[in-house]
């Protein structure tokens, strides 16, 4: 009897089919088992794996029997929506804004567990590359593989996670780490320079733990029961072993802690896998695809990945872990990768592997062997494999193998390099001397003080490159690593300069606005410059100075000013990327008034019974460079000097006040060469740009000063002295001057940049004697060297 009914909600209920017998004559009555309408999944284990599938996941339902006796015909899929009520057809994953937006796949394969549903995950179900997180989809169960057959089993929200698959490239390496290795993604997921932001875990590939754990787990030795079975295991990729130069890559120098497991009795593990998973915030972000782990292939290290034809030479085995023993007898041989893409299991005996003669081999540790190699010896790649026997008798095995090949050769040399100096932006062509260099395209990689260069031609006794940015510095080497592993390199050869360029590289001492200059450098990252509408010349913080000659920050005679100083400060620097910021250069000399040439401060305190100390507090605060400065104010005897700054900011001064001083108390602070104009005024309806005094003021040497304060528009400077009471100057008033004692007007010396060629330099700390102050300032003191690229031309013709 077939039996057919729906359910409240309209869907279809699987259908049910109970065949009767007669109990009697030996009959059993039988019935064929049937599937729950929608029985809720409970459980999805695991809940998450890679983009692009591969991974087996099982399928807990609520009611035990829901999948027992299910047929091939079950269908199982992967829906971005809620599950249908009947077997839908399959749809594209689509995304629009980084994010999913539609998306139905279908799983080929299953089967039943117990009471479980066993399913491996469709290689459709794949994020699209513009989507930048983890997706979660609904699981859905269905009686047959026609459409609209009925729903047996869902998952009540989307319950199983999609994470972003990463690659690793190398996708194997030696036990005990210390090189790099790149992971790639098609999703741009992570944020690039920021290391900080997550955690990287290998965690071994197991039976019981074949993906990612969904969130970072303790880290744990790696472990094995066999030399082919992983049994746990997971090492911490640290911080400062991270980079993430883009979106979709990241960098990772494998720790010394990746350390394969060893057994104590032979065969000890020679390979393992390891999952790559990528946490932030403890939330999985993005692991290796089930086909692509990260594989911990062999144990020891070469102390030479290559050597000449010749043979005769030595070589050293060293394995991360103490894998020989004592008084056994060890052989070490070379097997062609062409003939033996791995170590044989055994001691070859095909494929003209190379046999250093016995008693070549030295065991000089538990964990260390060194051999002499024949002579001479083909040339070619090789396996380097280490056997317990050199004979086919029991007990004969693969004790270790090297993770590099090692190369039979000619060897490459690196001998000259020309031009020896370039720009730290990089970006300069050089041209390197060797022999026996690759010749086809792609076989080697090159690269200055450790980072890659751009090659542009290569033949067998010279190539070209295009540097990198790097940090300033001499006797960098420049090395070259062939495609099959080994480096070679040239010592103490190129110099990376600390050069600017500028564009502009010109401007008119008559503009009276501020000419932007982009700077193209290096390093720039690792300065703090004043904030912007702050200029404090000689403070610690880094500068950017107009310069007539080499910049020589020494202390000069006096010794309060600097051996070759600054004519002028390009101001309010704007810090676009490590390699690149933008500064305002007043060629006009009006500028923002520096702070040591004067300002009015409130919020500073000052008691009598401490009556030479001035407090810092909002708003007030004294730098190195106020020292000398005249200070007024209510309370404060006249010709007052700022004496010594604190390093909290505060000051001390030469005389001791008469009052208390309060957070409200106005405090004037001017250079000796500052004037402070207290009884400048101003009528703006009558005539905009003149200002009167009362006392005789002004001289005609004060043409074309820069003039500050209250309600006098920024960039002023002083276009005519009518008399020693009258002045005109370019800004244009829009509210009248009214100056005080308290909030004084101030002309400072200076003027127009002489016409004349200067250089722009960059560099880390402002005091005198920056270069060679006792200790040392921190960061170490560095500056940008004379070169065309930083010359700098005031002259009328701009």
């Known amino acids: ?75 199982v899929q992967f829906s971005f929506v809620a599950c249908a009520a009947t077997l839908p057809g399959q749809t594209p994953i689509t995304s629009s804004a980084g994010a999913v937006t539609a998306g139905v796949v279908q799983a080929a394969t299953g089967s039943v567990s117990g009471n479980n549903w066993t399913v491996t995950v469709p290689s459709t179900l794949i994020l699209p590359p513009d989507v930048t997180a983890a997706t979660s989809f609904y699981v859905c169960v269905y009686d047959g593989d026609t459409l609209g057959d009925a729903g047996i089993a869902e998952t009540a929200t989307a319950a199983y996670k999609v994470s972003p698959s990463i690659m690793p490239n190398p996708a194997s390496g030696a036990s005990g780490g210390g090189y790099s290795i790149d992971v790639t993604t098609s999703n741009p997921i992570f944020t690039p320079f920021s290391p900080s932001t997550y955690t990287v875990q290998f965690q071994a590939k197991t039976t019981t733990a074949p993906v990612c754990a969904a969130t970072p787990q303790s880290a744990s030795a790696p472990t094995a029961s066999s030399a082919s079975t992983m049994t746990g295991g997971v090492v911490n990729v640290p911080a400062a072993n991270l980079q993430v130069p883009t979106s979709r890559s990241l960098k990772i120098l494998v720790p010394t802690t990746m350390i394969q497991p060893y057994l104590t009795v032979l065969p000890t593990v020679t390979s393992s896998d390891f999952n790559i998973c990528v946490y932030a915030s403890s939330a999985l972000v993005a692991e290796t695809a089930p086909s692509v782990p990260f594989n911990l292939s062999g144990n020891v290290a070469l102390s030479a990945q290559s050597g000449s034809t010749a043979g005769g030479n030595a070589l050293t085995l060293t394995a991360a872990g103490p894998i020989f023993t004592t008084g056994n007898t060890y052989y070490v041989q070379l097997q062609s990768s062409t003939s033996h893409p791995n170590c044989d299991a ?50 004969q095995h693969l004790v270790a193998q090297a993770f590099n090949y090692y190369s039979a050769g000619a060897i490459p040399t690196i001998v000259s390099v020309s031009p020896a100096t370039g720009p730290a932006q990089g970006g300069s062509t050089i041209s390197v001397t060797g022999t026996n260099l690759p010749t086809a395209a792609g076989a080697m990689t090159a690269s200055v003080g450790g980072t890659p260069m751009t090659i542009l031609t290569q033949s067998a006794t010279n190539f070209t490159a295009v540097t990198p940015p790097h940090a300033p510095g001499a006797n960098f080497s420049i090395s070259i690593t062939l495609t099959n592993g080994p480096t070679y390199e040239g010592k103490n050869l190129f110099t990376f300069t600390n050069g600017i360029t500028i564009s502009p590289a010109t401007a008119p001492n008559s503009k009276l606005t501020a000419t932007d200059i982009d700077i193209a450098g290096v390093g720039f990252s690792d300065m703090t410059f004043a904030a912007a509408g702050v200029v404090d010349p000689n403070s610690s913080k880094s500068h950017v100075y107009l310069v007539k000659g080499a910049y020589d920050p020494k202390a000069g005679n006096p010794a309060t000013t600097k051996t070759n100083g600054q004519v002028a400060e390009c101001v309010d620097v704007l810090v676009i990327s490590d390699t690149n910021l933008i500064c305002s250069l007043y060629t006009a000399g009006n500028g923002p008034m520096a702070t040591n040439a004067g300002r009015v401060m409130t919020g500073c305190t000052a008691v009598t019974t401490t009556a030479t100390t001035v407090a810092v507090g909002a708003g007030c605060s004294f730098n190195p460079s106020d020292v000398g400065l005249t200070i007024t104010g209510a309370g404060i005897p006249a010709a007052t000097t700022v004496s010594a700054v604190s390093a909290t900011g505060a000051a001390t001064i030469n005389k001791a006040i008469t009052a208390n001083i309060t957070a409200v108390t106005p405090l004037v602070l001017s250079a000796a060469t500052t004037k402070v104009i207290p009884d400048a005024v101003s009528t703006f309806s009558v005539n905009a740009k003149k200002i009167t005094t009362t006392a005789a003021t002004f001289a005609a040497t004060d043409l074309g000063k820069p003039i500050y304060g209250p309600n006098i528009p920024a960039g002023s400077v002083i276009t005519e002295v009518t008399d020693s009471k009258n002045i005109l100057i370019s800004g244009t008033m829009i509210a009248n001057v009214a100056a005080s004692a308290t909030a004084p007007v101030f002309m400072v010396p200076g003027g127009p940049v002489p016409n004349g060629t200067y250089t722009l330099t960059v560099v880390s700390n402002g005091i005198i004697n920056a270069a060679t102050v006792t200790p040392a300032v921190t960061p170490p003191y560095v500056q940008s060297i004379i070169s065309s690229g930083s010359t700098f031309t005031v002259a009328d013709y701009n």
Not at 369 to 395: E, F, I, K, Q
């Open 1 to 75: 009897m077939q039996v057919s009914k729906r359910l409240p909600d309209g869907r279809p209920a699987a259908r049910a089919a109970v065949v009767l017998g007669l109990v009697a004559a030996g009959l059993v009555a039988t019935a064929t088992p049937s599937f729950a309408a929608f029985d809720p999944i409970t459980t999805v284990t695991p809940a998450h794996g890679p983009s692009g599938g591969g991974n087996s996941i099982s399928l807990t339902p609520t009611t035990a029997a829901t999948f027992t006796g299910a047929s091939n015909t079950v269908t």
């Open 346 to 395: 055994t001691y070859a005996t095909t494929g003209s592997p190379v046999n250093p003669a016995q008693g070549t081999t030295r065991l000089i540790s538990t964990s260390k062997l060194a051999v002499t190699l024949p002579a001479p010896v083909t040339a070619g790649s090789y396996n380097v494999c280490v056997y317990d026997s050199n004979t086919a008798t029991t007990g």
